[in-house]
């Protein structure tokens, strides 16, 4: 017993010794990426810009899952107000086919060798049969207490609007980019994305176009985004990875409250929604994931730093911290969400 007890420690203790001097030399070794200083640009017209966005959110460019119910000819009418609204961006830009109701620009760069990047935003919103709710109408593009209040200001015009109101000031610097740079506005993102998103990445595919990297929505540049990390962190926003859509329904002879014939169909239901609910799917740590988890342990303090740079060891102890918050759970997992009910 006395002989083992010692072997037994040593067993114990060497992976944790094996981690702490992996971290010790991962932090040793680790570079900040550079910044390349750039003049700072005074942006003057940033009232203006929040009325553009106002302007933007005012046209109900409401996607149905049932086309029929699009009103397609605000979305006509949004393209006419981006044309004149950045009249720069639509003229010096090449349009792309990337469906009827899509907006698809290239803007080239310098390095034809650089593989191009991608930015991202969608034109529709969902509808707002809650209006009565809201503070401000929902398409009224109300400025107010320093924000746009409206459907789509933060989901997600406001990126949409961003991305050109970006593009628009340094066309007119007559700066051109050093890599390529492709613009998609998808119109039913909301809805599936069958006419907008997939119609734009079969464009993609079929003219073999690969990127550097995406930016769509998803994460933000978050201020306490994890306790021991003061700097902001830029979170990987990858928490809706594919989806599908199914519907449930339970049919079954009625009865009277008085006598009923349990378990009635709205039990049978409940039922099924608890047990598809405690059964999620698997947690994995993808490579984006995993990248953006050794970034937040080379810079944060060396204690923390230990589980984050030594996956291989810790990756249990992560993925259960992660589960049990509802912000990081679903970047480790696809979701599952029960979302409507009628009957």
Not at 30 to 46: F, G, H, N, T, V
Not at 262 to 280: D, F, Q, S
Request: some cysteine.
């Amino acid at each position: 017993m006395v002989i083992w007890l010692p072997l037994a420690l040593v067993v114990i203790l060497s992976p944790l010794v094996v981690a702490i001097a992996r971290a010790i030399v991962l932090r040793l070794r680790y570079k900040p990426p550079q910044r390349r200083e750039r003049e700072a640009r005074q942006i003057d017209s940033l009232q203006q810009s929040a009325k553009n966005l106002a302007k933007a959110v005012s046209f109900p460019t409401v996607s149905y899952v049932d086309r029929s119910k699009t009103d397609f000819e605000v979305f006509h009418q949004f393209r006419a107000f981006l044309k004149e609204t950045y009249p720069t961006t639509f003229t010096t830009l090449q349009h792309l086919d990337g469906g009827e109701f899509n907006i698809l620009l290239y803007w080239e760069g310098e390095d034809k060798e650089l593989l191009p990047a991608l930015l991202m935003a969608h034109q529709d919103v969902v509808a707002a049969d809650d209006a009565e709710e809201w503070r401000y109408p929902p398409f009224s593009a109300t400025i107010e207490e320093g924000y746009v209040w409206g459907r789509g200001s933060f989901d997600i015009k406001g990126q949409l609007i961003a991305i050109l109101e970006s593009v628009e000031r340094l066309l007119k610097e007559g700066v051109r980019p050093q890599r390529s740079w492709y613009i998609a506005f998808g119109c039913d993102e909301e809805v599936r994305g069958e006419h907008g998103a997939q119609k734009i990445a079969h464009y993609f595919h079929t003219n073999n176009i690969r990127f550097a990297f995406v930016l769509d929505e998803g994460g933000v540049v978050a201020d306490n985004f994890i306790s021991f990390i003061k700097r902001p962190v830029a979170v990987v926003g990858m928490a809706e990875k594919g989806f599908v859509n199914l519907s449930i329904e339970v049919t079954k002879e009625g009865g009277h409250s008085s006598s009923p014939l349990n378990p009635t169909p709205v039990g049978l239901l409940g039922r099924a929604i608890w047990r598809l609910e405690r059964r999620k799917f698997k947690s994995e740590i993808t490579p984006p994931i995993k990248e953006m988890l050794t970034i937040i342990g080379l810079n944060s303090s060396f204690l923390f730093s230990i589980p984050l740079l030594n996956l291989w060891l810790f990756k249990p102890l992560i993925v259960a911290i992660f589960a049990r918050n509802q912000a990081t759970d679903p970047l480790m997992r696809t979701t599952l969400a029960v979302t409507m009910a009628q009957g």
